[in-house]
């Protein structure tokens, strides 16, 4: 038997630090939307026991076995199935970029084979099982726009986010979640962030927009700096980098101006851009 899953980008935003925990995780309020640019997973349950993970369109760089092989293995624990699993990611969202590509491949294979093994754990277990896989799994198991607390596991859905344009800048370098966290000089007890209210209007979004990570990937990275300033001359309303970057995400009134920002930044050599929508 073999299925295909779509496994969607997510954007950030915005990215509150609220505070450390002992093990070292940082506690967050984010608002967190998924967006329309895929990865295709495709699962096979097959013969041969284990698992096993191919990636194509991109160099993984080295360390750390796939994500998806972790939640496959985990399915074949829980559902104690006598088969093996191999997966094919066509990798479409760039990689350690801050669009959450790995989690969104292990929350999509998680999901796939819930379904292919007739498990049925449920919308909660499976959170709570893409949780011990990483902080950004569960997410992408809700579905839906979320108001993000703890160390980004506890999800409340977000009323009336309007499903906006926006479009996806990556310049190319790969950066570290790990190493953003590392570097973030906390200080104080971070803000106090609220789930904002309504957000049905592009001015709404705007005024939404913030990362505390920027603190520490700018000084590093000013490409991201540009590329912000880049997405605004071309009209976008807002711009702001997503997770622990470098992508940045312009936000768009109309379609029609983030086709051509979107057109105009895919000119610069080494730069990617996407135009998506919310989901
Ligand atoms: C920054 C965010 C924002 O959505 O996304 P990305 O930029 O990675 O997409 C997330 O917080 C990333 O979540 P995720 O990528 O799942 O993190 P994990 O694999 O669990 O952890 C990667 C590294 O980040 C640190 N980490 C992660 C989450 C968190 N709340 N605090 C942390 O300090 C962990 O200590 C670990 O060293
Ligand atoms: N299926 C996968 N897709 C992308 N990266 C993966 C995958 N499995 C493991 N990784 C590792 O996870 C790291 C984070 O990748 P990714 O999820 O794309 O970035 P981000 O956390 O910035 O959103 C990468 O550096 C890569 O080594």
């Known amino acids: 038997m073999n299925k295909t899953f779509l496994a969607p980008a997510k954007i950030n935003l915005c990215l509150h630090v609220v505070g450390k925990r002992p093990d070292g995780y940082h506690e967050l309020a984010m608002l967190m939307q998924r967006v329309s640019l895929y990865d295709t997973v495709r699962i096979a349950l097959v013969a041969e026991g284990g698992v096993r993970v191919v990636c194509k369109g991109v160099d993984l760089p080295p360390g750390g076995e796939n994500i998806a092989a972790r939640a496959a293995r ?27 590509g790995g989690s969104s491949d292990a929350a999509a294979v998680l999901m796939g084979l819930d379904e292919m093994l007739s498990t049925a754990l449920g919308k909660e277990r499976l959170m709570a099982e893409g949780g011990k896989l990483g902080a950004d799994v569960p997410f ?95 009209g976008a309303a807002g711009a702001l980098m997503s997770g622990s970057g470098p992508t940045v995400f312009g936000v768009f009134e109309g379609v029609e101006a983030a086709r051509a920002a979107c057109e105009e930044l895919a000119t610069v050599p080494g730069w990617r851009s996407f135009l998506v929508r919310a989901l």
């Not at 997966?87 to 669009?99: E, F, T």
């Not at 703890?150 to 977000?158: A, H, K, S, W, Y």
Request: glycine letters at 10%.
């Open 140 to 234: 992408f198991i809700f579905k839906e726009p979320a108001w993000a607390t703890g160390i980004g596991d506890c999800l409340e859905t977000v009323p009336s986010l309007a499903p906006f344009w926006y479009v996806l800048v990556n310049p190319g370098v790969a950066v570290s979640t790990a190493w953003v966290y590392q570097n973030l000089g906390l200080t104080s007890p971070g803000t106090v962030a609220r789930m904002p209210g309504f957000l049905e209007t592009t001015a709404g979004v705007v005024r939404l927009l913030h990362n505390d990570l920027e603190g520490v990937t700018i000084p590093r990275y000013p490409v991201i700096a540009s590329l912000k300033e880049r997405l605004l001359g071309l």
């Open 74 to 100: 985990r399915m074949l624990e829980l559902s104690g199935a006598d088969c093996g699993v191999e997966i094919v990611i066509d990798k479409a969202i760039p990689v350690a970029a801050g669009l959450g």
